[in-house]
Each structure stands twice: as structure tokens, then as C-alpha cells.
């Protein structure tokens, strides 16, 4: 198991239904995609997630939704400020090195992308993010307004202007010319990230050129 440190809460807040923002200060060096784990107390088994602040922010950004039945959540959206909670050092290998590249994200998901777009990381990248409610499409305002066409919101239930109405597999789909010579970072759940996947490889972007980071 991994080593656990305290860290004190400074904002915990819903910003969006069932969708928390949990910052502390930044205390350690992280890359841009990495996670760590999170637990309320010593004795209980950390769950992962993705930083979504960027590399240099004073403060870690945790973007996380509340699973009623599960252990951790239900009691970490009850935090306050000055609240502590155990955390481990950044781990991960979900990092993007390439000048270009595109990110596909659902949900949640969108947290590694978030802490490369804070990190500028952007630059030659194209974003497609999925959510079933603008309300839920995380950060989207800062994708908007900073990447422009490289960014194409996919809202599944609502029609907005601006944003493709479907998932992120039927925009896919449509799409005519899918460059296969760049890779491509999936981020979300399994289903998502199995779905997408299997749409690249069928439209010929080689299996070596998909990174994926599943949310279990
Ligand atoms: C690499 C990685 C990064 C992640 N990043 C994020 C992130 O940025 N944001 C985010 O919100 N989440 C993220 N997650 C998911 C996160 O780690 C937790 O799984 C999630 O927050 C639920 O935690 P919980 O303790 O509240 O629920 P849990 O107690 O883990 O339960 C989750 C669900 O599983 C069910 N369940 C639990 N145990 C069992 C069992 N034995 N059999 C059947 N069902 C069971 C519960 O009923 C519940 O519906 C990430 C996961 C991974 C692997």
C-alpha cells in the first residue's frame, strides 16, 4: 500500500448535480495526467483520481461524482474547509508528450485533459468531450474559449448551439477523415473508452496509437 499524507482541505463544493471540486494546496510535483489516491483515514484501501488542476496551480483540483452506495464518496462530499484527508504521492503514466494529438473524454474523464489544458499543454491537440448535460461538461467554458475549433463539446440529451448532439462514438462515426498517423488519449469510463476504441481501429488508427485511462 501506498504511503498516505494529510492534506487539508480548502474547497469542497458541488459544481454540478452529484459533481464535487475538492482543492488543497499543492504540496508536490506532479505531470500533467497523473492521479493519486485519496482516503478519509489510515485504515481504509485509497480510490484513485486524475489531478485536474494544472502543473504549476498552487492548489490540486479533484473532480469527482458522488456513487451513493460507494465507501468513499457519500462521506468525502460531507468535508468542509479545514477538513483533512489522506492522500498519496502522483503516480501514473497517462501523459502526453506529443505535439499533436487528440483527446477524447466522458465525464469525469475529463480530469487528466483539464490538468493538461491548465498546464498549456493544448497547443496542437483537438478535445471531444461527451456529457449527457451541459451542466455537466466540466471545465467546457476554458475549452471554448482557448481552443476554439480543436474543440468539440458532445452532448447526448440536450441540443445546444455550438456543441454536436450525441455521444462522443456518434461523432466519431460522422466524422469523414480520422487522421490514424497521431495518437489518441481515451479517458473515462470502461464502456466509453471500449466503444471508442474499437471505432479507431475499425477506422484504421493503429491499436499503438490508443492510450486509455479507465475509471473503474
Ligand atoms: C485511474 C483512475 C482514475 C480515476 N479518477 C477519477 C476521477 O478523477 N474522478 C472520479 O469521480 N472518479 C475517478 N475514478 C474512480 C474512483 O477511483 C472511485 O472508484 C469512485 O470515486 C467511487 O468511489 P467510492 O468509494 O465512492 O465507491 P466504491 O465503494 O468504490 O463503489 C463504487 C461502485 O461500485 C459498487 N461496488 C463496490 N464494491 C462492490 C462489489 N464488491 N461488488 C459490486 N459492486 C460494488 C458500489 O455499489 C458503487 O456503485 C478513477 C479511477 C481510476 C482507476
Known amino acids: ?35 493519486i489516491g485519496i482516503a478519509l483515514d489510515q485504515h481504509t484501501e485509497p480510490r484513485l483520481y486524475s489531478i485536474a488542476s494544472g ?15 460507494g465507501l468513499l464518496t457519500p462521506p468525502l462530499s460531507q468535508l468542509k474547509s479545514g477538513d483533512k484527508i489522506r492522500i498519496t504521492q502522483p503516480f501514473g503514466n497517462f501523459i502526453c508528450k506529443e505535439k499533436e494529438a487528440v483527446w477524447i473524454a466522458t465525464g469525469t474523464g475529463i480530469a487528466p485533459f483539464a490538468s493538461m489544458f491548465f498546464s498549456g499543454q493544448h497547443q496542437g491537440k483537438t478535445l471531444i468531450q461527451g456529457s449527457q448535460s451541459m451542466e455537466r461538461m466540466y471545465f467546457h467554458k476554458h475549452f471554448q474559449k482557448e481552443m476554439g475549433t480543436s ?30 498517423g497521431i495518437p489518441y ?22 491499436f499503438s496509437n490508443i492510450n486509455s485511462e479507465i475509471f473503474f
Request: proline share 5%; net charge neutral; hydrophobic share 40%.
Open 151 to 180: 474543440y468539440h463539446p458532445c452532448c447526448s440529451r440536450e441540443t445546444t448551439a455550438g456543441c454536436f448532439h450525441g455521444r462522443v462514438t456518434d461523432y466519431l462515426e460522422q466524422q469523414p477523415g480520422i487522421k490514424t
Open 185 to 206: 488519449y481515451l479517458c473515462g469510463i470502461a464502456e466509453m473508452v471500449v466503444d471508442v476504441r474499437d471505432i479507431l481501429i475499425a477506422r484504421g488508427v493503429p
Open 1 to 35: 500500500m501506498r504511503e498516505l499524507h494529510t492534506a487539508t482541505i480548502i474547497h469542497n463544493k458541488p459544481i454540478a448535480p452529484g459533481a464535487w471540486l475538492l482543492s488543497f494546496k499543492r504540496t508536490f510535483d506532479f505531470i500533467a495526467g497523473q492521479v
Open 55 to 69: 502543473e504549476k496551480h498552487h492548489e490540486i483540483w479533484i473532480l469527482y461524482t458522488v456513487k451513493q452506495d
